[in-house]
């Protein structure tokens, strides 16, 4: 993931630090809202995918308000990771670089049938792939 990682702040700008806890939000996203069995097939090709998402998955989960109810609860999803992203301090420029990024290197590491099943089977993310 550290390959991964160092893309992500080179392209964004952001710092090392904040690449790693934007990528193990949007893995998050992932392995909570994919197919458990791809996703988990996906994750044994992506070593250290697991390790993110424990350290940074849940950061920024609880947004106050209204819009914090939506991404966090009933909206879900990639609405949810969004938000997180955002309160972490990245612009949508940066958020569509790590999400492109991102792609980019699962389809490199997995290929890209697997990624599709993945991107697939979250609601509002198959339009990506």
Not at 56 to 63: K, L, N, Q, W, Y
Not at 71 to 77: C, L, N, S, V
Not at 84 to 110: C, E, N, R
């Amino acid at each position: 993931m550290d390959e991964l990682v160092t893309k992500i702040s080179a392209a964004t700008g952001l710092a090392p630090q904040r690449a790693e806890q934007a990528l193990g939000i949007m893995l998050n996203l992932v392995k909570t809202q994919g197919n458990q069995n791809k996703v988990a097939e996906l994750f044994a090709k992506l070593p250290g995918a697991d390790a993110l998402v424990a350290k940074h998955g849940g950061d920024g989960a609880s947004s106050g308000g209204l819009l914090g109810m939506l991404a966090g609860g009933m909206m879900g999803g990639p609405l949810a990771a969004v938000t997180k992203l955002s309160s972490a301090g990245l612009s949508m420029d940066q958020i569509k670089q790590l999400g492109t990024i991102t792609l980019d290197y699962a389809k490199a590491k997995a290929g890209d049938d697997l990624v599709k099943q993945v991107a697939g089977s979250i609601p509002g993310l198959s339009g990506y792939v």
